[in-house]
């Protein structure tokens, strides 16, 4: 039933690296823009990464630099390679997808979130 069903969140050390997919289901029919937010306990959800159908990247500047987001589009499928870890990096992430459903109508998606716990 998930439309977006993530993987590949978990715990590491400080400085080590972690990649994050996620992957929309059949229902979808077609995806604008892909990417990735986080939320921390009592704060706003934020940007982390987005990218486009053709490509082009948004990075938050507190990730520019470390991590790389990247997507297939056959696969309707999105990425997020997470370089250099750092502590306050722990938080849940979440896949987003501005999306086309079944329906003819374009909706903003999410995932239900992957927890990323960087260890110093």
């Not at 995806?31 to 990464?49: C, D, F, H, S, T």
């Not at 991590?67 to 870890?85: C, E, G, H, P």
């Amino acid at each position: 039933q998930e439309q977006l069903v993530e993987s590949g969140g978990g715990s590491v050390q400080a400085g080590g690296s972690l990649r994050l997919s996620c992957a929309a289901s059949r229902s979808i029919l077609s995806i604008n823009v892909m990417g990735w937010y986080r939320q921390a306990p009592g704060k706003q959800r934020e940007l982390v990464a987005t990218i486009s159908s053709s490509g082009n990247t948004n990075y938050a500047d507190a990730v520019k630099g470390r991590f790389i987001i990247s997507r297939d589009n056959a696969k309707n499928t999105v990425y997020l390679v997470m370089n250099s870890l750092k502590p306050e990096d722990t938080v849940v992430y979440y896949c987003y997808a501005r999306a086309l459903d079944g329906s003819r109508t374009w909706r903003d998606v999410w995932g239900q979130g992957t927890q990323v716990t960087v260890s110093s």
